[in-house]
């Protein structure tokens, strides 16, 4: 028995030349489509895989590409590469992910790995600690997209959300519902989300004349730990807020958990505020008020981006802003609905 099932086994099986398989197997237009669907139901009864090493080797493609993420246990995280590999079936790519932790230093390591690897293209959510091996992607070359931040120093392709909004939006809520001493849990604003998140907090502050306190902002770690812990600490030390607008749901799910511990009821005492809309955001009580981005719908045009750099469909420096919006639940207003 033959290891392998090659074209011409194909084109022996089915009555045709090898030309005629390989634009069948190529879905090429000149092709009969009877033509087409009889080498295709060969090649699949005879257990055809095809040879990605000599497809490489001819068309210069590997149909690989990379996927560097900055935190997999994040469940925003699963639904963009949900939608990255959604995209990227259609277009016959297979996808190879890492993680780095949230680590310039792995990340770094990742690119070299997925360039050791031969890959397409990459998309890349960078920590943006620093930005020299974005720099380097850039400088050699190699097709990439960033996603979900915006380098204001770099003119590369990038797809995020209007974070500014989602920051507006959530603050801008919790104003009008009565809230004046609101919490803001953030990131580190070295990052562009977490940057232009505070922004759009600062906006809705001053267009509703509340003054800015530094006291009411604090720039955490990634985990709902880090979010417990510090609304914990806040508590402690009698720091006055009657409500929370938190960077991601993970925070918010976090900073609930701490109030309930502490017998502060949510929302009637301290309304709380997430962002991202994760998938189990809703089914948590009080299901949690939260700025929604489109996740699968941000993987699928990051995908279709970096394709279109490496069908030069598209420029190599295409901007590509999503629109966010308030999705309003229980932990805002009180028995919503009735």
């Known amino acids: 028995m033959k290891k392998f099932v090659t074209i011409r086994d194909i084109a022996r099986e089915a009555g045709v030349s090898i030309n005629t398989v390989s634009r069948a197997l190529n ?3 000149d092709i009969n489509v009877e033509t087409k669907k009889k080498v295709l139901e060969v090649a699949d009864r005879l257990g055809y895989i095809r040879d990605a090493t000599a497809v490489s080797l001819r068309y210069g493609l590997t149909r690989v590409i990379g996927v560097i993420l900055e935190d997999s246990s994040n469940p925003f995280y699963s639904e963009v590469l949900k939608g990255i590999e959604m995209a990227a079936k259609k277009k016959k790519f297979n996808v190879i992910f890492m993680n780095t932790e949230r ?12 360039i050791g690897r031969r890959v397409d293209g990459m998309i890349i959510s960078p920590t943006q600690e620093k930005c020299d091996d974005i720099k380097l992607l850039s400088e050699k070359g190699i097709p990439f997209v960033v996603l979900g931040v915006h380098f204001d120093e770099l003119n590369v392709p990038e797809i995020y959300t209007d ?3 989602g920051g507006y939006l959530a603050t801008k809520h919790l104003i009008e519902i009565g809230r004046r001493r609101i919490l803001f849990l ?10 232009m998140r505070l922004n759009g907090y600062r906006k809705a502050l001053k267009e509703f004349g509340l003054e800015y306190d530094k006291s ?56 709380v505020v997430g962002y991202d809309d994760i998938y189990f955001s809703k089914f948590i009580s009080p299901s949690l008020t939260t ?39 229980e932990s805002t207003i009180d028995k919503i609905g009735e």
């Not at 680590?103 to 997925?114: D, G, P, Q, R």
């Not at 953030?186 to 940057?195: D, P």
Request: charged share 35%; net charge neutral; with cysteine.
């Open 186 to 195: 953030n990131g580190f604003t070295y990052k562009s989300v977490a940057k």
């Open 103 to 114: 680590s310039y230093e792995l990340e770094n390591e990742a690119i070299k790995t997925m």
């Open 216 to 271: 009411l902002v604090h720039e955490i770690e990634e985990g709902y730990e880090n979010a417990y812990n510090k609304v914990k600490e806040l508590l402690k030390k009698g720091i006055k807020f009657d409500s929370i607008f938190c960077f991601n749901d993970v925070f918010a799910i976090g900073a609930i958990g701490a109030l309930k511990e502490e017998g502060i009821k949510v929302p009637q005492d301290i309304a």
């Open 163 to 165: 974070d500014e909004k």
């Open 291 to 329: 700025v929604k981005i489109d996740k699968i719908l941000e993987g699928k045009l990051a995908f279709e981006m970096l394709h279109g750099i490496l069908t030069k469909k598209t420029g190599k420096n295409v901007k590509n802003v999503l629109d966010v919006e308030l999705i309003v639940r």
């Open 27 to 29: 879905d090429k237009p």
